[in-house]
């Protein structure tokens, strides 16, 4: 180890450091994308989850506790290699003819990641007083229109915390898309290592980008809590 001798050129130029670069590129694609994906996927789950229609509530409670309980990484593998079971084959042949990896990858932690967004969510909408509820049905709105033009909103700030700790986990999970070959970050490393044998440098530079991605999202959040949600408190 003491004999071990730096070249930190090996990340910052050259064919290696385009290598890393691109898979900073693929990783913030898979991280946005899934994000997005999942916060929408997310609300839709805790409306279920809150619904008056047992069958409803079943189907959601079901899928909370089967997603949240199984690891990230078989769920990789389960979309991966069993969605030609799941998915019409007209779909599992546009995936494969465009991007079959990256596509299971985003499904899984999209899925994944709805789940604890739900439960985070549904905490927020129960924090709200019921009354707000009922005032709004007795103006007319029915349960739907309701969750959207009063609860929703109102929940999903009081969750802005709990919800920045989905996204930055998720940021982070992406890695495990390696697994399955998406060329994301962690895996353009891991094959710089076997080029040059400079591991430590590889990793260092992918921890270090996981940690600016952290980084970009906490501060946006920030801004935009203290922009948008508190202006009073920016002013």
């Keep these: 180890m003491l004999s071990y001798k730096f070249d930190w050129s090996v990340v910052t130029s050259g064919k290696y450091f ?35 229609i047992k069958p409803v509530r079943w189907v959601a409670l079901g899928y909370l506790e089967f997603f949240r309980n199984t690891p990230l990484l078989v769920q990789i593998f389960f979309w991966y290699f069993g969605s030609y079971k799941l998915l019409p084959q007209a779909v599992n042949d546009w995936l494969t003819n465009t991007n079959f990896e990256f596509a299971a990858a985003v499904i899984a932690l999209t899925i994944y990641t709805s789940a604890f967004i739900a439960e985070d969510i549904r905490s927020g909408v129960l924090a709200i ?22 609860i929703l909103p109102q929940a999903v700030r009081i969750t802005v915390p709990p919800l920045v700790n989905q996204f930055l986990n998720l940021a982070k999970n992406s890695s495990l898309a390696m697994s399955i070959g998406v060329m994301e970050v962690t895996y353009q490393a891991r094959q710089v290592e076997s080029y040059t044998f400079k591991g430590f440098e590889a990793f260092t530079a992918a921890t270090l980008v996981y940690l600016v991605i952290s980084v970009v999202i906490t501060a946006l959040v920030h801004l935009y809590n203290t922009r948008v949600l508190n202006p009073h408190r920016a002013a």
């Excluded at 996927?41 to 279920?48: R, T, Y």
């Excluded at 707000?132 to 029915?142: I, P």
């Design 129 to 150: 007083p019921k009354e707000q509820m009922e005032a709004a049905r007795s103006s007319g709105f029915s349960y739907l229109r309701s969750m959207q033009y009063i």
């Design 18 to 52: 385009e290598w890393l670069l691109s898979g900073v590129k693929v990783t913030i694609e898979l991280s946005s994308l899934s994000i997005v994906l999942a916060f929408l996927l997310g609300l839709v789950i805790a409306v279920m989850r809150m619904s008056h």
